[in-house]
């Protein structure tokens, strides 16, 4: 295990003169929360593109060269919590924000399953508090400023992020060092946020079952986890998304106002559900709205 921590350490340093995007396993020393995987339970590619079965999470680098200190971005694919859509919300969002002078780090987290956790409901959380602390702790070897660090979430990855950004003061993870676990800002694309009237069923299913408790729902419906402490955030969303009602944003949005928390909304009239960097119905493009939210924001300073 030493040996294997010692090449990890090593690796997330030669990362930093390089493009290469090496995986870097979020858990050298055992995975928490997890049972030994089933033999039919093996990763692999679904139709859509996106990964499932994932039983050990990673996170990927996409650093920048030179010895400039950057904000940093943990970006979290969707896929209805039954696959990560690693490409489209995942290595093309990340090597977007490497274009603005931005690192970005792409997660390929645990789907919850009763296979491999003994509480899927956590699984999740866990990989994307275990990743920002990762990229909080490696800060130094990887040129990234501790103080910039914010995460965006794509569909039921916007969940997972916006989950997040208002479950920071309920860990699930150790945290030895009392690193924060709290995100900078946060970037919600057509996110999944509430797990009530407007959810999306099957993100709701697969994260906390078919018979959820009140208590269980509440917890994860995420407007109503909004304090004054939660991150600025950032959202786009579609009208006509049929998969994800645009109610999810704006409860948020709104819930964020009542908070006094900063917030900007985008909303267009077409695109549908799960456009990525692009929707083919506007020449608008989301992402400079979010570059320019940034920097407005002081996050793009070098």
């Not at 090593?10 to 990362?15: D, K, M, P, T």
């Not at 501790?146 to 699930?172: E, M, N, Q, W």
């Amino acid at each position: 295990m030493k040996i294997f921590a010692l090449s990890l350490i090593i690796v997330s340093g030669a990362l930093v003169h390089s493009f290469a995007q090496t995986p870097v396993p979020l858990y050298p020393n055992g995975i928490p929360n997890s049972k030994p995987a089933p033999a039919w339970y093996k990763e692999s590619r679904s139709q859509w593109g996106g990964i499932t079965n994932v039983s050990v999470p990673t996170l990927t680098p996409y650093l920048l060269k030179g010895g400039t200190v950057h904000t940093a971005v943990l970006v979290i694919p969707g896929g209805g919590y039954s696959g990560v859509a690693t490409g489209h919300e995942g290595d093309s969002v990340a090597r977007a924000f490497n274009k603005i002078g931005i690192a970005a780090f792409v997660l390929k987290y645990r789907l919850p399953s009763d296979s491999i956790m003994h509480d899927k409901t956590i699984g999740p959380l866990q990989d994307a508090q275990s990743a920002l602390l990762m990229m909080r702790k490696n800060a130094k070897q990887w040129n990234i400023d501790p103080a910039r660090v914010g995460v965006i979430g794509f569909s039921a990855g916007g969940h997972l992020a916006s989950t997040l950004g208002t479950h920071f003061d309920k860990p699930v993870i150790r945290d030895n060092g009392n690193i924060s676990l709290r995100p900078d800002f946060m970037a919600l694309i057509y996110p999944v946020i509430t797990f009530g009237a407007f959810t999306h069923a099957g993100s709701r299913e697969n994260l906390i079952g078919h018979n959820p408790s009140q208590q269980l729902i509440d917890l994860y419906s995420n407007e109503k986890q909004i304090t004054a402490e939660t991150p600025p955030a950032f959202l786009v969303h579609a009208e006509d998304d049929n998969v994800v009602p645009v109610q999810n944003s704006l409860m948020f949005y709104d819930a964020l106002l009542k908070n006094k928390v900063k917030a900007e909304m985008h909303i267009y009239t077409a695109g549908g559900h799960g456009f990525g960097l692009y929707n083919a119905t506007t020449k608008d493009y989301w992402f400079d709205r979010l570059k320019e939210w940034m920097e407005a924001n002081g996050w793009l300073k070098q």
